[in-house]
């Protein structure tokens, strides 16, 4: 069982960064691949960057240049760093982790999740 926790969300207006941090509560962190997403209101959940166990990323065309995600596997946490922040960005973002061969952007390919954060972008 894999708990996740996110924390570091808030309000920033347009242009801004945030940095959004994920503690996970396992003790074979480093064999997960651990994924960001999000999720608007009336919109699917988005994956938004992927990071493997050796620090491969894979991003959405939307956020690619713009966020940053990174892993520290002896701390069991994860970030994403959040640049040039746009009023779309707004959205609830997800921590998740899964087992498996090769990063996603698929939430069906997920099997843990925190609970979220919230992040709101003003212009």
């Known amino acids: 069982q894999v708990q996740l926790v996110e924390s570091g969300g808030g309000s920033v207006q347009a242009g801004g960064s945030l940095t959004l941090s994920c503690a996970a509560s396992?003790?074979?962190?480093?064999?997960?691949?651990m994924a960001w997403f999000r999720q608007a209101p009336g919109k699917e959940r988005e994956g938004v960057a992927c990071?493997?166990?050796?620090?491969?990323?894979t991003y959405s065309e939307s956020v690619k240049g713009r966020f940053t995600i990174s892993r520290w596997n002896a701390k069991n946490t994860m970030d994403l760093q959040m640049n040039s922040l746009q009023v779309e960005d707004s959205a609830t973002y997800y921590c998740?982790?899964?087992?498996?061969?090769?990063?996603?952007?698929?939430?069906?390919?997920?099997?843990?999740w925190g609970q979220g954060t919230q992040v709101t972008v003003s212009s």
């Open positions: 998740a982790a899964r087992t498996g061969v090769w990063c996603s952007l698929s939430s069906t390919a997920f099997n843990y």
């Open positions: 990071i493997d166990h050796n620090g491969k990323t």
């Open positions: 396992v003790s074979t962190y480093s064999r997960y691949y």
